[in-house]
């Protein structure tokens, strides 16, 4: 299954020995090479990636996993027993895991520490190699094992899985390889090099990097956890309880090519022994982080309460979702406009960081808008995302089931909201939501406001002549900037609106859905309270995670200390 562009990539990156300069510091030499983003298979009926898939999907779903806590080379289990469940079966059970106590947190700190010095010194290019081989093998061998657990264990559909768990952590693999190769090409000036030589070295930061990630995507595990290690870091990965099963997946991958143990532990633990133990560490270097809002805030207080204790600042990196918005101008295409809403809105049940949860449509267009989507939510199945029919699966867990259908609740019970579709919560066997629809007379209703992260749309219907108040509403509205998007044909408007919004979306679209950013096409992130925006995907990622030294060798001796001028 590999193409001859990866074929190339894998040739042609090799470990190079470091050749001598005229300096005491020896500089590594790392091949170009070139890369495309993972095309997406079909899963046509008769194909062998549907054939390949539903094997995987039929031996997982026959078994529960052991999935250990993986610290250095050693696998340890306690007594604190945890089960993944499939959220579309939560009585079928696919993994079973262990909560890593505190002391075995604070033994992964002291592994990591140890490791750090062998691992750091990796070259960078023998450690490339390693990441587009695991590229390969999860582009080839382990395509379908991948995408089967996360199918699974996270309900999602062939297409957001294939999305996610095959192309998206591929891309992150070969694109943040590609683009450390390319910065660590910039050397500053050396004016006189026969009498100075100044260079940078790039190293991993002193401590350990702890890694947090979420349930919905599985490649932003993957990224979060081993792109600082690719750097030279050594990490803490805690995964999420709802993912653990294709991020272990990931974690094997990853040391099949070559990572060791003591670059990457492996640490399912309960939130608050993990976070209260890393950042009472004084080796924490950074955390790099995708979760919600109160627990990155808790995190940062935490980190804030121990500056004294650090032997360096702590990096903090965190996503940490939004409120999404579609703004629609009365120009806009209606059939655009809804096709794109419902996609954005209830692809892989509203549980993506982008997803749109709250719209803005004018009068004029609304009734049509309105009847394309109504009709359309009519032939969308929500179901085991086994079923190739199935548009949705189920939302992660009981949790998630209570706050998202407490939502459905408040607008069931409220006098200025109106169920249009959906609202349907049933949770017997799988925990179920339908994609809801509510419209509301009350743009600041706190289901307009508030992240629900959900199958549930919220819209208000602005008066045509009002189109510009709603800038300021979709702008200021909520405390998020994660994602946004404007539907136009108004070229004019397009500009000022696209002026007007420049800081209420990281990411910001016109004439598209506010989901479906690509790795180095559209990198992802959002400020104000969406988090720190350091754009995963994007040219500039990889080399956060090193803490660069700037070299200056001088070749001619220093004769005087006095300068020309004072004779």
């Not at 020896?26 to 054939?51: K, M, T």
């Not at 991993?204 to 349930?215: D, K, T």
């Not at 990965?237 to 670059?263: F, H």
Request: glycine share 8%.
């Amino acid at each position: 299954m590999l193409s001859p562009v990866r074929n190339t990539v894998i040739s042609t990156l090799r470990r190079l020995p470091m050749r001598s300069v005229s300096t005491v510091v020896q500089e590594e030499q790392i091949n170009d090479f070139q890369i495309e983003n993972e095309p997406l298979l079909g899963y046509l009926p008769g194909s062998a990636e549907r054939q390949a898939l539903e094997e995987a999907l039929g031996r997982h779903s026959a078994t529960e996993a052991d999935v250990p806590i993986m610290i250095g080379d050693q696998e340890h289990r306690t007594d604190l027993v945890r089960h993944q469940v499939m959220p579309h079966d939560h009585s079928h059970r696919i993994a079973q895991f262990y909560y890593a106590t505190p002391e075995l947190v604070r033994k992964a700190i002291d592994v990591a520490v140890a490791a750090r010095p062998a691992w750091e010194r990796v070259p960078l290019s023998q450690k490339f190699d390693m990441w587009l081989k695991a590229a390969d093998l999860m582009a080839g061998k382990y395509r379908q094992e991948l995408n089967a657990t996360t199918m699974l264990g996270q309900s999602k559909t062939v297409i957001q899985a294939e999305i996610d768990s095959a192309a998206e952590l591929i891309d992150f693999l070969k694109f943040n390889a590609l683009y450390a190769k390319e910065g660590v090409k910039w050397q500053p000036r050396s004016p006189e090099p026969s009498a100075t030589i100044n260079r940078l070295r790039v190293r991993g930061m002193e401590g350990f990097v702890a890694a947090v990630s979420p349930f919905n995507f599985t490649a932003i595990g993957g990224n979060l956890a081993y792109t600082p290690a690719m750097m030279g870091n050594v990490v803490l990965w805690k995964p999420s309880d709802t993912a653990v099963l294709s991020n272990y997946t990931i974690y094997k991958i990853m040391r099949e090519v070559g990572v060791p143990g003591g670059a990457v532990s492996f640490i399912p633990a309960d939130g608050p022994v993990f976070g209260d133990n890393i950042t009472a560490s004084p080796h924490l270097a950074a955390i790099n982080f995708t979760g919600s809002v109160p627990t990155f805030q808790r995190l940062w207080g935490q980190v804030g309460q121990n500056l004294p204790k650090y032997r360096s600042f702590p990096k903090l990196v965190g996503e940490c979702g939004g409120k999404n918005y579609h703004l629609v101008h009365p120009s806009a295409d209606p059939e655009s406009v809804a096709n794109g809403t419902v996609r954005s809105a209830f692809e892989y049940c509203g549980q993506k960081c982008s997803a749109c949860s709250r719209a803005y449509f004018p009068e004029s267009l609304w009734p049509e808008i309105k009847e394309r989507m109504l009709t359309t939510l009519q032939g969308l199945k929500t179901g085991d995302p086994r079923q190739y029919d199935s548009f949705m699966g189920a939302v992660i867990d009981g949790t998630a089931f209570k706050r998202i259908s407490s939502y459905v609740e408040h607008a069931r019970t409220s006098p200025n909201l109106t169920i249009l579709a959906g609202g349907k919560c049933d949770d017997s066997v799988g925990y179920f939501v339908e994609p809801t629809v509510v419209q509301t007379t009350d743009p600041h209703d706190r289901i307009m406001t508030e992240e629900i992260f959900g199958p549930v749309l919220s819209l208000f219907v602005y008066p045509d002549a009002d189109v510009d108040k709603m800038i300021d509403i979709a702008n200021h509205s909520t405390p998020y900037a994660l994602t946004g998007a404007i539907f136009a044909q108004d070229r004019a408007w397009l500009a000022k609106a696209t002026d007007a919004l420049k800081d209420s979306a990281g990411n910001f679209y016109i004439n598209d859905k506010s989901t479906g950013s690509v790795v180095a096409q559209q990198p992802f992130g959002g400020a104000r309270m969406s988090g720190t925006n350091d754009k995963a995907g994007g040219v500039h990622y990889a080399l956060k995670w090193t803490s660069p030294q700037a070299v200056k060798e001088t070749m001619v001796p220093l004769k005087d200390v006095k300068y020309p001028y004072m004779g």
